[in-house]
């Protein structure tokens, strides 16, 4: 069965940028070694809170892909936050 698809549609499509949130956070910290959620926002152009939620899901489970890299000052803001980076054991 064929179904009559718009231009606008598959152009949208064709514009999408399918990976996931997730994966852009992750990406983001292991381009940048350490990050907070304000440099990986930046980085990203993902709203923090968005970043806050996908750096918990890479945080979490019995996987978990990053760990606390300690309090440092953000590149982004200037203030003392939580850091990131990417676990050893996945390489």
């Known amino acids: 069965m064929k179904t009559n698809v718009t231009q606008t549609s598959i152009d949208s499509y064709n514009g999408q940028n399918f990976d996931t949130e997730r994966d852009r956070v992750f990406n983001a910290i292991w381009f940048l070694r350490e990050a907070c959620i304000a440099d990986i926002a930046k980085f990203t152009g993902i709203d923090k809170s ?8 890479l945080k979490k489970g019995d996987n978990p892909k990053v760990e606390h890299a ?3 000052k953000s590149k982004a803001t200037g203030i003392m936050a939580d850091h990131w980076r990417v676990k050893e054991t996945l390489f």
Request: charged share 35%.
């Open 50 to 57: 968005a970043v806050s939620g996908r750096l918990n899901e």
């Open 70 to 72: 300690g309090k440092k």
